[in-house]
């Protein structure tokens, strides 16, 4: 039986960073989102490990035991690169397979980007490749969705942390039952002088693929940091659209796939289906798209199944 293992390694960017992993060969790196950590890719790292890989999940910049520098400009996407490959530095390889889920996957994007000489593959999971914006986003999301968008929303100084670490059970709870495929459908708009809690509604009861115990894993495992490290991804919006002018529409050259559920909120954002439609202008060796039907925004959560068989194929064809 293949057992998930937990060690602390020195990234050559200067972060000490948490790190699960299972099994030995050619390296994956499994990139969470917000608001998870390595325990998101529970299921991967067990099924990439028997398919004769090194698989192995941080918790990045920021989240759980990893936490990091409190400062927001400190967490900008050239940091989050840099840290992917200082990890794939530390663990004494050359090149990895890249994968990002949610916020992991522009990290991933970015990774491969910038460093193709680093990655053997990529793959995104919900959040697919963007062009650069032609002006800066915090801006355009508040002119197209209103103060009210979540992304917005976070750009507050202390009060969404506040709002999210009252609780830490309720909000995993609710947030992850609200983007799931088993919910009415999330929209993230947060209503007037209330919360971002207010449009994740309570379960009745909890969808099959989450448990009370997952639940406590995240709480546990975000009791070192909190949420303020990973919010301050989202405040770095605009410096990172700053930071990354010099690859404004630099394609993405290393294979990649996509994965994503077909009810996923971010599916369902203006312009998102087009966005996937046309990647692989700017990715040029896209292999292929993956809808998983029914499925909501916890990917790999949700099916793990049939995203372990797409991501070992996908890696064994490199």
Request: hydrophobic content about 40%; overall charge negative.
């Amino acid at each position: 039986m293949i057992e998930i293992t937990h060690r602390h390694v020195q990234s050559t960017s200067g972060l000490r960073m948490h790190i699960a992993e299972a099994g030995s060969g050619p390296l994956v790196l499994l990139l969470h989102g917000f608001p998870e950590c390595w325990y998101s890719w529970r299921h991967q790292l067990v099924a990439l490990a028997e398919a004769g890989y090194h698989a192995v999940a941080p918790d990045q910049r920021g989240y759980a035991r990893t936490g990091g520098p409190a400062r927001v400009e400190d967490c900008t996407i050239l940091h989050l690169v840099g840290d992917v490959v200082g990890l794939i530095d530390a663990l004494g390889e050359d090149r990895a397979v890249v994968a990002g889920h949610d916020w992991g996957a522009p990290v991933a994007w970015a990774t491969a980007q910038l460093r193709p000489d680093r990655v053997r593959g990529v793959i995104g999971l919900s959040v697919p490749h963007r062009r650069r914006s032609s002006r800066p986003p915090v801006a355009a999301l508040r002119e197209q969705l209103g103060d009210g968008f979540y992304m917005v929303y976070f750009q507050q100084p202390d009060v969404p942390e506040a709002e999210l670490d009252r609780d830490r059970a309720a909000t995993f709870r609710r947030l992850l039952y609200a983007a799931s495929g088993d919910a009415p459908g999330l929209v993230p708009i947060v209503p007037e002088g209330g919360g971002f809690l207010d449009v994740c509604p309570e379960p009745e009861e909890l969808p099959g693929w989450l448990t009370e115990d997952d639940i406590a894993a995240f709480v546990r495992e975000y009791e070192p940091s909190g949420f303020t490290g990973p919010l301050n991804w989202y405040r770095n919006l605009d410096r990172n659209w700053e930071l990354t002018a010099a690859w404004h529409r630099a394609p993405i050259t290393p294979p990649a796939l996509f994965i994503a559920g077909d009810r996923d909120l971010v599916a369902a954002a203006p312009g998102a289906r087009e966005s996937v439609a046309s990647m692989s202008d700017v990715v040029p060796d896209l292999r292929g798209t993956v809808w998983l039907p029914g499925c909501g925004h916890w990917t790999q959560q949700e099916r793990p199944d049939e995203v372990n068989r797409a991501m070992i194929d996908f890696i064994g064809s490199l």
